[in-house]
């Protein structure tokens, strides 16, 4: 099992930058694919982000294309959300996840992540 624990979070204008960050620690950390979901009010937790193993292939939702970049130091055991153009429908509070399995290819269903960190709220204002 790994823990994980969510930074960066926040109020911030449209058309902001937030860079929200992921400490793990527990279960090797550089072996596993990460990602980032998200959950407004009254909506279901969705996908936002992930990033393999490596770092080297990532997959994002399509409505933050261009606008937000994940990325992970694995010497840091720590993973990155850089989020840019923020606009008031990116609210919801936003949680970090690892991989309950070693995948070729980072996942995007939530069930495929076995832990979660407390989740970080982000709010954008108009």
């Known amino acids: 099992q790994v823990q994980l624990v969510e930074s960066g979070g926040g109020l911030v204008q449209a058309g902001g930058s937030l860079r929200l960050s992921c400490a793990a620690s527990?279960?090797?950390?550089?072996?596993?694919?990460m990602g980032w979901f998200r959950q407004a009010p009254g909506k279901e937790r969705e996908f936002v982000a992930s990033?393999?193993?490596?770092?080297?292939?990532?997959y994002y939702t399509d409505s933050v294309k261009g606008r937000f970049t994940i990325s992970r130091d694995n010497a840091k055991n720590t993973v990155y959300l850089q989020m840019n153009s923020l606009k008031p429908e990116d609210t919801a509070v936003y949680y970090c996840?690892?991989?309950?399995?070693?995948?070729?290819?980072?996942?995007?269903?939530?069930?495929?992540?076995?832990?979660w960190g407390q989740g970080t709220q982000v709010t954008v204002s108009s």
């Open positions: 996840a690892a991989a309950r399995e070693i995948f070729t290819l980072p996942p995007t269903q939530a069930s495929r992540f076995g832990s």
């Open positions: 990033i393999s193993w490596t770092g080297g292939r990532t």
């Open positions: 527990g279960r090797s950390f550089s072996n596993y694919a």
